[in-house]
């Protein structure tokens, strides 16, 4: 079996995960520059000993806005993933633990939410919530719920079956009891692997829109935005604006679907 | 038919056959018995040699006096094609859900003997209404078929065949009682038809004792005890052959 | 049986279309300002107060939501989706130009990648632990992790700035005829981006679902029974390919999430872009119809996913398990 060698791997990139987070936490130190500094005498920079990725159209560093862009995007990423993972746990919790009814109403809405493309409503709440990072961050959390309820209904229709919650259910434990220390912890690999695949999508998303200039507003640094910035200069020929930002996301994401991946045989992604 | 010489099968350090050594006579029925994890199906799938890339085989395989262990894949595939058959324990699973059962036979049977179509279809409509089974069955997918059925339909390839060895792994454990029976007697009178040499799995001592010639009892990769079914069943020998009887009677 | 199927799938088609359109509705009314003047944007300055009244009436805003939900859904259904904001045309008629373009670049895209997951997927999944197999193991992982429009800069900066061999945006030459030849040189980079951020995934897909075929209880029967390697093959295929396609249809919403950001990017005047300019501008009604024509789009695209189902899957069509 490949196991062996598959096993070893993850290791490799919860290191380098960390390795952009502990940078993006620290960035407000590590970063050589002021990230909104302009500079009119250095604009367009190709990196150099002073700026290490270059400059950008305003003479700001591009390294020390990516650090900093981290953050916004890792942030609204974090962020959105712990709303949607708690409104997919209680939605497909109920649905999974009533069943009847309720669950085959529940799992026709789900099943049409999951028929829109993500992208479609988000941008369309974008529409009419427009702004901050923070709303950006809940919109995403208020959408991207959708395969969590369903793998967390299916886990909780398995383990209802289950002889010991059957027991505990004779035995008259409090429901509160039966649905969290039995039936949530027991649900939680499965949530887990999908959590950490929401991430990627999460990051996905974000830079996605910011990238289409409907994200994050566009004077806020993050990995989304700057490359909105970077494609009119890519004509200018200043190609380190869009490449940097986009190896760090591709080494981001990277990291993530590799560690999804080893938990969970087989890829799946629910991006855009 | 079957010479097998100190036959070793093992997957790194860990041995499945060990030094087994037995023979198979032409055109009789032997079983072998004994519990799961014994080897049974090991030494079904070293004589087909179907075993997986990462076992290593020892020893001698003679059969018709020619050498099997040293051929390679299409010699083997060659060799399955023309002398064997064999009818694994699970006739739900043994067919494509997704083709027909027409097909399916076609390819179990007339593919292997280079039949046409007109002709399969004629043959196995004989053989399919002698084992009681209606032409709709052609016209089936698998999962329209009960367990029962489909193990008659490989019993049809089987007759189709007219192979030189039949194997059979547990070919009863997954039908009721009533089916086992029936099944049973179709064997013996395949058997008795064609004069084909079978060589039978099992686990269970009744289905073995109904229709065996020959009983090799198998403990941990080896043979324990080998004889006819009278002795075995008589005078035991062996402390776990005595277990086995004591335990089904 | 496959009529009670197609019915149920037909039921669950139009409940998506009624959350599709219920969404676009609650857009509009949440639209800051006055709803008569958001369904008529920009023209609504130049209309009277009698007007306005006349409009007011007609819409029934001194009804309940959901009754206006109901008028709305009417006049929706009758191909009157409202003027744009900002061209002030009638948002059918847009959505009628953009449409088909869109569809040029998302069934282009599912073709090529259907056709090339199949065979890479295919090529992979029957040698186990061949080079084959562990490279598009590889390749799907890193693929899934470049966000498209990425991919896109990145062959803008590479075959259009520096080599220059394919035009940065646009659908057509402006100065040309336009025409096949000039549409499809236009082509070739929105569609590869959008072929290559998908392909790996498919293909992946494909090549576990065929290895855990290869590992199915009848295909060692058949072995051991001496079929040919060819015909159990085809048998794997035919077996495989099933669980392939249901993912296809699972992800067609990707497809068009997807061309989005590809559009924008490449300056493809489709639906994806449509919708992202209708989002900066706030012209909600173009906004809302483009939604639920994506909607009308993905559903039907569903059902024929369904419909290939049945054809491929006997289970289906014999009423075994649904």
Redesign the interface.
Known sequence: MRRGTQRKMPIIWFVLLALIFGLTILSSILAPFEPNAMDMNHIYEAPNGTHLLGTDQLGRDVLSRLLVGGKVTLFIAVFSVVLSSIIGIIYGGLSGYFGGTIDAVMMRILEALLTIPTLVIVLALQAIMQGSVWRMAIIMGITGWFVTARIVRSEFIRLKELEFVQMATMFRTPLWKILFSHLLRNSFPAIFVVTIFNFAGAIFTEVSLSFLGIGVPPAIPSWGTMLYTAQNDLLVGAWWMGLFPGMIIFVTLLCVQAIGGTFKQGGGRSHV | MFNIENLTVRINDKYLIKGMTFTVPKGQITAIIGESGSGKSTTI?AL?G?LPAQATLEGTIFFNGRDLIDLSRDER??L???H???I?Q?AT????????MKQQLY??TA??LGHKNEAFLAKIKVILKDLNLSEDVLES?P??LSGGMLQRCMLA?ALYNEPDVLMADEPTSALDMLHQQEFIKRLKKLHTQLGTTVLLITHDLGVAASIADFILVMKNGEIVERGQVAEIFEQPKHLYTKRLVANHF | MIAKWIGKRVIMGTIVLIIVSFLSFFIMHAAPGNPAAAYYGGNAQTLSTAEKERIEKAFGLDEPVLYQYGTWLREALQGNLGYSAKEGRPVAAILQERLPTTLQLVVLTLLIVAIASTWLGLLAGMKEGSIVDRVLSMFSIASSAIPPFWLGILFIMVFSVQLGWFPTSGMNDVRGEGGLVDRLYHIVLPLTVLVISHVGIFARFLQDSVKAENRSYYVQVAFANGVPEREIRTMVFRNAVIPYINYIGMTIPSFFGGSIVVETLFGWSGLGQLLVKSVMVKDFPVLMGAILIIGVVVVICLFMIDVLMICLNPRLRRGGIV
């Open positions: 799938s087909l179907i595939l060659a399955r094609k023309k064997f058959f064999t694994f699970d699973n043994s067919f494509s859900p997704t083709l027909k390819s179990l593919l292997r997918y999962f329209e390839c």
